[in-house]
């Protein structure tokens, strides 16, 4: 199986710092056993799977896993996976995007805070 991924330094001023986060393109049939075995693999403290990522859509379905189990919600990832989203998968100017995760349906909004951007 071949899946396109990102690696992400969430919490983080430069490379190699912060919260790590893997960020999967689940654009192909995959189990939630398999999910789990990825999320395993990395070994990462969570990897998100992004199910939906149309460029004219604003809501993404996304999953998030530990390396033992399936969780409804976590703070970072939903952060990082916000960011790959406008940042690779969208490529243009957005506000917010819109997680559809286990927990319910996340908004993400992106503001710029003294000379940066900052999502909450």
Request: glycine fraction near 4%.
């Amino acid at each position: 199986m071949s899946l396109k991924y990102y690696i992400v330094d969430v919490f983080a001023e430069k490379k190699f710092a912060g919260n790590r986060l893997a960020v999967i393109m689940a654009d192909k049939k995959i189990s939630s056993e398999e999910m789990q075995d990825i999320a395993y693999e990395f070994n990462f403290s969570e990897t998100t799977f992004i199910h939906t990522f149309k460029k004219d859509a604003d809501t993404f379905k996304v999953r998030i896993f530990t390396p033992k189990n399936e969780v409804p919600f976590a703070g970072h990832p939903v952060l990082g996976t916000a960011f790959i989203i406008k940042n690779e998968l969208l490529g243009k100017k957005c506000e917010k995007v819109i997680l559809d995760l286990k927990a319910g349906m996340i908004p993400v909004v992106f503001k710029k805070h003294e000379d940066r951007e900052v999502y909450g």
